[in-house]
Protein backbone atom coordinates (compact mmCIF):
# COMPACT_ATOMS: atom_id res chain seq x y z
CA UNK A 1 0.00 0.00 0.00
CA UNK A 2 1.56 3.07 -1.22
CA UNK A 3 -0.59 5.59 0.01
CA UNK A 4 -0.89 7.45 3.26
CA UNK A 5 -0.72 5.60 6.31
CA UNK A 6 -2.01 6.92 9.53
CA UNK A 7 -2.43 5.51 12.81
CA UNK A 8 -4.24 4.52 14.73
CA UNK A 9 -7.39 4.78 12.83
CA UNK A 10 -9.21 5.11 16.56
CA UNK A 11 -7.57 6.62 19.44
CA UNK A 12 -9.46 6.93 22.66
CA UNK A 13 -8.22 9.37 25.76
CA UNK A 14 -9.09 10.60 29.02
CA UNK A 15 -8.92 14.38 30.06
CA UNK A 16 -5.63 15.20 30.75
CA UNK A 17 -3.51 12.55 28.81
CA UNK A 18 -1.81 12.41 25.95
CA UNK A 19 -2.30 11.85 22.35
CA UNK A 20 0.28 10.70 19.98
CA UNK A 21 -1.13 10.51 16.29
CA UNK A 22 1.40 9.02 13.75
CA UNK A 23 1.61 9.42 10.13
CA UNK A 24 3.89 7.72 6.87
CA UNK A 25 3.55 9.91 3.81
CA UNK A 26 3.38 8.21 0.54
CA UNK A 27 6.43 7.19 -1.07
CA UNK A 28 7.90 9.62 -2.67
CA UNK A 29 6.75 12.82 -1.12
CA UNK A 30 8.78 14.58 1.88
CA UNK A 31 5.94 16.92 2.41
CA UNK A 32 3.38 16.66 4.84
CA UNK A 33 0.27 18.53 6.16
CA UNK A 34 -1.72 17.84 9.20
CA UNK A 35 -5.39 18.87 9.30
CA UNK A 36 -8.50 18.48 11.85
CA UNK A 37 -11.57 17.80 10.68
CA UNK A 38 -15.01 18.37 13.23
CA UNK A 39 -18.53 16.65 12.05
CA UNK A 40 -20.32 18.11 9.36
CA UNK A 41 -17.13 20.50 8.86
CA UNK A 42 -14.09 20.68 6.26
CA UNK A 43 -11.00 20.67 7.11
CA UNK A 44 -8.86 23.31 8.94
CA UNK A 45 -5.22 23.52 8.03
CA UNK A 46 -3.07 22.77 11.13
CA UNK A 47 1.09 22.66 10.10
CA UNK A 48 2.97 21.85 7.07
CA UNK A 49 6.24 19.70 7.90
CA UNK A 50 8.97 18.86 5.99
CA UNK A 51 11.84 16.32 7.09
CA UNK A 52 13.11 18.13 10.47
CA UNK A 53 11.73 21.32 9.66
CA UNK A 54 8.07 22.94 10.15
CA UNK A 55 7.70 25.14 7.58
CA UNK A 56 4.14 26.26 8.30
CA UNK A 57 2.78 26.30 12.21
CA UNK A 58 -0.41 28.92 11.59
CA UNK A 59 -3.02 26.85 12.12
CA UNK A 60 -1.66 25.08 15.10
CA UNK A 61 -3.13 26.19 18.97
CA UNK A 62 -0.47 28.12 20.80
CA UNK A 63 -0.97 25.34 23.81
CA UNK A 64 -0.54 21.70 24.42
CA UNK A 65 -0.10 20.77 20.33
CA UNK A 66 3.17 20.21 18.88
CA UNK A 67 4.27 18.32 15.76
CA UNK A 68 7.08 16.94 14.23
CA UNK A 69 8.69 14.77 11.10
CA UNK A 70 12.05 13.48 11.91
CA UNK A 71 14.38 12.15 9.23
CA UNK A 72 13.77 8.80 10.20
CA UNK A 73 9.93 7.25 11.04
CA UNK A 74 6.76 9.02 10.91
CA UNK A 75 5.72 12.38 11.10
CA UNK A 76 4.06 12.87 14.88
CA UNK A 77 1.19 15.24 16.24
CA UNK A 78 1.22 14.79 19.60
CA UNK A 79 -1.32 16.85 21.55
CA UNK A 80 -0.99 17.15 25.68
CA UNK A 81 -3.73 17.57 28.49
CA UNK A 82 -6.66 16.45 26.15
CA UNK A 83 -9.50 18.45 26.69
CA UNK A 84 -13.06 17.59 25.58
CA UNK A 85 -12.26 19.95 23.02
CA UNK A 86 -9.53 18.14 20.96
CA UNK A 87 -12.04 15.38 19.99
CA UNK A 88 -12.47 15.44 16.32
CA UNK A 89 -10.88 13.28 13.45
CA UNK A 90 -7.18 14.16 12.44
CA UNK A 91 -5.91 13.74 8.99
CA UNK A 92 -2.50 13.82 7.28
CA UNK A 93 -1.81 14.26 3.62
CA UNK A 94 1.53 14.24 1.84
CA UNK A 95 2.81 16.13 -1.41
CA UNK A 96 6.25 16.07 -3.25
CA UNK A 97 6.01 19.59 -2.41
CA UNK A 98 6.31 20.87 -6.02
CA UNK A 99 3.62 23.58 -6.18
CA UNK A 100 0.01 23.13 -7.61
CA UNK A 101 0.58 18.94 -7.44
CA UNK A 102 -2.35 17.61 -5.20
CA UNK A 103 -1.78 16.87 -1.46
CA UNK A 104 -3.17 12.99 -0.96
CA UNK A 105 -4.57 12.10 2.52
CA UNK A 106 -4.89 9.51 5.27
CA UNK A 107 -7.89 7.93 6.41
CA UNK A 108 -7.32 9.80 9.62
CA UNK A 109 -7.57 9.41 13.26
CA UNK A 110 -10.57 9.93 14.90
CA UNK A 111 -9.54 11.04 18.81
CA UNK A 112 -12.56 10.41 21.24
CA UNK A 113 -11.58 12.16 24.67
CA UNK A 114 -13.78 10.53 27.62
CA UNK B 1 -14.53 29.24 1.25
CA UNK B 2 -14.50 28.45 4.75
CA UNK B 3 -16.66 26.41 6.71
CA UNK B 4 -18.71 28.07 9.97
CA UNK B 5 -19.84 24.62 11.14
CA UNK B 6 -23.73 24.45 9.98
CA UNK B 7 -25.04 21.49 8.66
CA UNK B 8 -23.87 20.12 5.11
CA UNK B 9 -26.01 21.53 2.36
CA UNK B 10 -27.22 18.60 0.22
CA UNK B 11 -28.01 17.64 -3.47
CA UNK B 12 -29.99 14.98 -4.31
CA UNK B 13 -30.01 13.71 -7.54
CA UNK B 14 -31.22 10.03 -9.68
CA UNK B 15 -29.52 7.59 -10.95
CA UNK B 16 -27.98 8.55 -14.20
CA UNK B 17 -28.37 12.87 -14.00
CA UNK B 18 -25.70 14.88 -13.97
CA UNK B 19 -24.52 16.43 -10.64
CA UNK B 20 -23.61 19.75 -10.55
CA UNK B 21 -21.63 21.28 -6.90
CA UNK B 22 -21.27 24.39 -6.44
CA UNK B 23 -18.23 26.54 -4.58
CA UNK B 24 -17.63 29.70 -3.22
CA UNK B 25 -13.81 30.29 -2.70
CA UNK B 26 -12.68 32.84 -0.90
CA UNK B 27 -9.14 34.07 -1.58
CA UNK B 28 -8.68 36.38 -5.15
CA UNK B 29 -4.62 35.06 -4.81
CA UNK B 30 -5.34 31.72 -4.93
CA UNK B 31 -3.83 30.14 -7.84
CA UNK B 32 -4.91 26.32 -7.45
CA UNK B 33 -8.03 24.50 -6.62
CA UNK B 34 -8.69 21.10 -5.82
CA UNK B 35 -12.31 18.76 -5.80
CA UNK B 36 -11.87 15.76 -3.16
CA UNK B 37 -14.48 13.70 -2.46
CA UNK B 38 -15.05 11.90 0.95
CA UNK B 39 -16.77 8.52 2.18
CA UNK B 40 -18.11 8.33 5.61
CA UNK B 41 -15.01 7.41 7.66
CA UNK B 42 -12.25 7.78 5.26
CA UNK B 43 -9.52 10.47 4.28
CA UNK B 44 -10.49 12.85 1.15
CA UNK B 45 -9.99 11.50 -2.11
CA UNK B 46 -8.48 13.72 -4.94
CA UNK B 47 -10.93 14.05 -7.74
CA UNK B 48 -9.84 16.75 -10.16
CA UNK B 49 -7.66 20.05 -10.06
CA UNK B 50 -7.49 23.09 -11.70
CA UNK B 51 -4.89 25.69 -12.15
CA UNK B 52 -6.16 29.69 -12.07
CA UNK B 53 -4.74 29.64 -15.93
CA UNK B 54 -7.26 27.64 -16.84
CA UNK B 55 -11.17 27.90 -16.65
CA UNK B 56 -12.15 24.32 -17.38
CA UNK B 57 -10.58 20.82 -17.45
CA UNK B 58 -12.00 17.55 -18.22
CA UNK B 59 -11.57 13.67 -16.84
CA UNK B 60 -13.43 10.75 -16.51
CA UNK B 61 -17.26 11.60 -15.61
CA UNK B 62 -16.48 14.79 -14.49
CA UNK B 63 -15.39 18.16 -15.15
CA UNK B 64 -14.12 21.39 -12.71
CA UNK B 65 -15.49 24.84 -14.36
CA UNK B 66 -13.28 27.72 -12.51
CA UNK B 67 -14.72 31.40 -12.90
CA UNK B 68 -12.24 33.67 -11.21
CA UNK B 69 -13.90 36.83 -11.83
CA UNK B 70 -16.90 35.73 -9.29
CA UNK B 71 -14.49 33.62 -7.34
CA UNK B 72 -17.10 30.43 -8.03
CA UNK B 73 -15.45 26.75 -8.68
CA UNK B 74 -18.17 23.90 -10.02
CA UNK B 75 -17.86 20.28 -10.34
CA UNK B 76 -19.81 18.61 -12.52
CA UNK B 77 -20.50 14.77 -12.26
CA UNK B 78 -21.75 12.72 -15.42
CA UNK B 79 -24.02 9.94 -15.61
CA UNK B 80 -24.20 9.84 -11.38
CA UNK B 81 -24.01 6.50 -9.71
CA UNK B 82 -24.87 4.88 -6.38
CA UNK B 83 -20.63 5.06 -5.73
CA UNK B 84 -20.60 8.96 -6.09
CA UNK B 85 -23.06 9.19 -2.66
CA UNK B 86 -20.15 11.29 -0.90
CA UNK B 87 -19.45 14.56 0.39
CA UNK B 88 -17.38 17.00 -1.94
CA UNK B 89 -15.31 19.51 -0.96
CA UNK B 90 -13.59 22.10 -2.77
CA UNK B 91 -10.06 22.80 -1.72
CA UNK B 92 -8.00 26.18 -2.42
CA UNK B 93 -4.49 27.10 -2.55
CA UNK B 94 -2.72 30.18 -2.10
CA UNK B 95 -0.27 31.17 -4.02
CA UNK B 96 3.03 29.78 -2.58
CA UNK B 97 1.38 29.42 0.79
CA UNK B 98 1.38 25.16 0.17
CA UNK B 99 -1.53 24.88 2.90
CA UNK B 100 -5.44 24.01 1.17
CA UNK B 101 -8.49 26.15 2.76
CA UNK B 102 -10.94 23.68 2.47
CA UNK B 103 -14.93 24.89 1.79
CA UNK B 104 -17.81 23.56 3.74
CA UNK B 105 -18.77 20.65 1.55
CA UNK B 106 -21.70 19.31 -0.06
CA UNK B 107 -23.41 16.19 0.65
CA UNK B 108 -24.34 13.88 -2.70
CA UNK B 109 -27.35 11.37 -2.56
CA UNK B 110 -28.48 8.99 -5.76
CA UNK B 111 -31.78 8.51 -5.64
CA UNK B 112 -31.96 5.03 -7.29
Known amino acids: NAGVMQNPRHLVRRRGQEARLRCSPMKGHSHVYWYRQLPEEGLKFMVY????????ESGMPKERFSAEFPKEGPSILRIQQVVRGDSAAYFCASSTGVSNQPQHFGDGTRLSIL | GESVGLHLPTLSVQEGDNSIINCAYSNSASDYFIWYKQESGKGPQFIIDIRSNMDKRQGQRVTVLLNKTVKHLSLQIAATQPGDSAVYFC???????????FGQGTRLTINP
Open chain 2, 91 to 101: AEEIQGAQKLV
Open chain 1, 49 to 56: LQKENIID
